[in-house]
């Protein structure tokens, strides 16, 4: 997938088209756009003053190692999201080979970067 297609679908507005469906089924879906959109935002600042226009912390400049939306990225949230989703291929009901199972996730060397 391209990068600008993947920004336009794993976005917070898709996100929130999800949620706003009403359908429970989506709902790991919607949370998945949040993520990447958050990853997306916080690795692509473009600008000094931009967070204040779209009112978006996660695409403030860096100013320092503590910054909110490095934290995010590095140590809080993200990282333990990607890890629950790895747990939830590993144990996902159904009969499925040890390499199908790896294919439900992204790969090895993405998860350790």
């Known amino acids: 997938m ?8 794993l976005s917070k507005s898709v996100a ?9 089924d989506v709902t790991g879906t919607a949370q998945f756009c949040e993520m990447m959109n958050g990853f997306f935002d916080c ?6 003053i931009e967070h204040i226009r779209k009112n978006n912390s996660f695409i403030m400049p860096y100013k320092s190692p503590v910054d909110e ?3 995010w990225l590095i140590e809080r949230c993200f990282p333990h999201y990607l ?4 747990q939830i291929t ?3 009901e159904g009969e499925y080979t040890p390499n199908a199972r790896h294919k439900m996730f992204i790969s090895s060397q993405h998860m350790k970067a």
């Open 2 to 9: 391209e990068v600008k297609l993947a920004v336009q679908v």
């Open 16 to 24: 929130i088209a999800l949620r706003e469906s009403g359908k429970e």
């Open 43 to 48: 690795t692509n600042v473009r600008s000094l």
């Open 69 to 71: 939306q490095l934290t």
């Open 83 to 86: 890890e629950s989703c790895k």
């Open 90 to 92: 590993l144990t996902h």
